[in-house]
C-alpha cells in the first residue's frame, strides 16, 4: 500500500506543479493575457482573474495554446480549424469546472454553462458575487465540459438555485432536458438561460 500511496502522491505533486506553471505563464504575461483577452472576447482583468484557483485557466507553451485546467485534469483548446477542438492532456474532470466555489456557504445562485469558454464569456459579464452584501444574493459560474453531464454531479447542486446556460441547438437542447430531470430533485429551482457570445 505504501509504494502505491507515495506514487499517487507523486502523481498530484507533477499535477500541481504543471498546473501552477501553467497558471504562471498566464498571471505574469501581459502578452498571453491580451492574446487570449481577444481570443475569448474579454478583457484581460477577467483572463487574469482566472489564474487564482485550482480550476483555473493556464497556458501551455508547447501547444502555444490556453488550457482549462482542472483540479483533476488538464484540458487543451485548439484552434477552431483543428479537430478535436477540445484535447484532454491528462485526467479527466470528477466535479464541473469550478464547482469549487459551490462550496462557499454563501453561494446560493449557480450559473451552470456548457464549457469553459462560455463560463468566461460570463464571468466577464461581472454576474458572478462570491461576496455579497446584504440583500444580494450569493452567485458563482461554473462550467460542464461541453453538453456531458454525469449523473453523479446532480447532488452537489442541492439547495442551489441553478441557472442552465446551454446553447440553443439540438444538443443543448437535450443537455439542459437531461440536467433538469437529473438535478430537480435536489435543487430549490431549475431556470435556463441563453448566452450570446
Not at 19 to 39: D, F, K, P, T
Request: glycine share 8%; net charge negative; with cysteine.
Amino acid at each position: 500500500d505504501q509504494p502505491r500511496s507515495r506514487g499517487l502522491g507523486d502523481v498530484y505533486k507533477r499535477q500541481e506543479q504543471l498546473h501552477q506553471r501553467a497558471r504562471g505563464l498566464v498571471y505574469e504575461s501581459e502578452e498571453i493575457q491580451n492574446l487570449l483577452s481577444e481570443e475569448f472576447g474579454v478583457s484581460p482583468a477577467t483572463i487574469k482573474s482566472l489564474t487564482f484557483t485550482a480550476d483555473a485557466l493556464g497556458w501551455s507553451s508547447k501547444h502555444g495554446r490556453p488550457l482549462y485546467l482542472y483540479e483533476t485534469g488538464v484540458k487543451l483548446r485548439n484552434l477552431s480549424t483543428i479537430k478535436p477542438r477540445f484535447q484532454w492532456l491528462t485526467g479527466r474532470p470528477v466535479k464541473p469546472w469550478r464547482a469549487h466555489l459551490m462550496e462557499r456557504p454563501q453561494v446560493q445562485r449557480v450559473f451552470l454553462c456548457e464549457g469553459e469558454s462560455d463560463a468566461i464569456a460570463l464571468l466577464d459579464s461581472g454576474v458572478e458575487n462570491l461576496h455579497p452584501e446584504d440583500g444580494e444574493i450569493g452567485t458563482t459560474v461554473i462550467a460542464i465540459p461541453g453538453t456531458s453531464f454525469k449523473e453523479e454531479w446532480a447532488e452537489i447542486f442541492a439547495g442551489m438555485d441553478l441557472i442552465i446556460c446551454t446553447d440553443n441547438d439540438l444538443a443543448g437542447n437535450k443537455a439542459f432536458e437531461r440536467i433538469t430531470k437529473l438535478c430537480s430533485p435536489f435543487t430549490k429551482s431549475i431556470s435556463r438561460f441563453h448566452l450570446t457570445t
